[in-house]
């Protein structure tokens, strides 16, 4: 399974550098027998252009952009503001990209792998598990000396084929399973219901577990896999309780699934709609503070 790759080894990977050793642990080291491609994840909630005018600003050579809302996401509704997109669009996209079944494809984002860990989860929605996020992002790749390009790279037509999902969903008649341990990924005074600045309703599902993303990482990068262990164990999550995790509308939430399977746990389940599909329904319990 896929988890981070390191700047070393991305570098090495694309050329950016002649020597050097790719780092060990939960960063994989990528095949040398096998093309891999670059996506650049970078999005901007809110500013539905920002995403793409940074990566035509600059980006990791050979890199293709991955809009949140254009390719990751279908249309914002009552399945919440970023809906999982129809299998087989996302297929024809990846194949459009020039995807396949024996690519392996690194994501990336500016700094934190929210955005990057999307795709990365998507992936393997679709069956492929040949997948990594870039630990450190674009600002790593910068601050190491690595080029960056303006150029728009295309690539010929893949031949991406769909295969059973690596991935494991919890859907919102679900949600509230009495074995379920949830895991709310956004900021802890969003889940207290002190502040909303996205949705229409504040507060956080019934009997779910603060566990803000931003937490699983450390200036950029994901903090070692003995630390997030420890900081889950904190937690005293129930040893039988299917894990479920989710946040303002499917996408940080991911940070967590990525944060648990290098802390060395059981891929927990992810609720796409998250909090934004939950309160389009009033019949919906919600809890404050």
């Not at 129809?86 to 934190?112: H, K, M, S």
């Not at 630990?135 to 790279?153: E, F, I, K």
């Not at 303002?248 to 940070?255: E, M, W």
Request: overall charge negative.
């Amino acid at each position: 399974m896929g988890l981070l790759i390191s700047q070393e080894t991305l570098a090495l990977e694309t050329g950016a550098l002649e020597t050097g050793a790719p780092e060990t642990g939960a960063t994989e080291t990528l095949a040398s027998d096998s093309r891999a491609m670059v996506f650049d994840c970078r999005s901007h909630l809110g500013n539905l252009t920002q995403g793409k005018k940074d990566f035509d600003a600059g980006h990791i050579p050979g890199a293709q952009h991955a809009d949140l809302d254009q390719h990751l996401a279908s249309a914002a509704g009552a399945g919440g503001r970023h809906p999982l997109p129809e299998r087989e669009v996302l297929a024809d996209q990846f194949q459009q990209w020039g995807i396949n079944p024996t690519t392996r494809i690194i994501c990336y984002d500016q700094n934190n792998g929210a955005f990057a860990a999307r795709l990365w989860w998507l992936c393997r929605w679709l069956g492929h598990d040949e997948v990594f996020v870039l630990d450190g992002g674009l600002d790593g790749w910068v601050r190491q000396g690595h080029p960056v390009s303006t150029v728009q790279s295309t690539f010929p037509q893949g031949h991406f084929a769909l295969k059973p999902a690596l991935t494991n969903i919890c859907h919102v008649a679900d949600v509230l399973g009495s074995s379920n341990t949830l895991l709310d990924a956004r900021d802890s005074a969003r889940y207290r219901g002190e502040v909303e600045p996205i949705d229409p309703v504040a507060g956080h599902i019934p009997g779910a577990i603060s566990v803000p993303f931003s937490d699983n990482i450390s200036e950029g990068y994901f903090k070692p896999a003995s630390v997030l262990k420890q900081r889950f164990e904190n937690l005293d999550l129930a040893p039988n309780s299917p894990l479920v995790c989710y946040c303002g509308s499917g996408v940080t939430a991911i940070h967590n699934v990525l944060a648990l399977l290098i802390a060395g746990y059981p891929e927990p389940a992810l609720y796409p709609g998250s909090w934004s599909e939950w309160i389009t329904d009033p019949d919906r319990p919600i809890e404050t503070a």
